[in-house]
């Protein structure tokens, strides 16, 4: 269930909304005048969100790709060519 809250809770209840949005990992919604105005959240719960929409664009990005192409990577070459990567990652930063 969302926490709904006046926006003058904001000032005058900041602690407890402080600490809701850290216990639960969920937004606190404020409203203004009876309307929807804010929302507050953790960082850590905000980072989570943008990980997560990062994520998904990926996801997208993939998908449109393998709509406009027929090529396909087996399992041994994919892990092979992330090992590969990552080799030369780590070779980079040494220098």
Known sequence: ?????????????????????HETSEPV?????GYGDMV???????????????IYLKLKEAELEAKSTDKRFSHKEVLSDLRKRLIDKMDGDNV
């Open 1 to 21: 269930m969302p926490h709904i809250r006046p926006v003058s809770d904001l000032r005058n209840n900041f602690a407890d909304i402080s600490r809701i949005v």
């Open 29 to 33: 919604f404020l409203t203004k005048n």
């Open 40 to 54: 507050v959240m953790s960082i850590e719960a905000y980072e989570q969100k943008m990980f997560e929409s990062e």
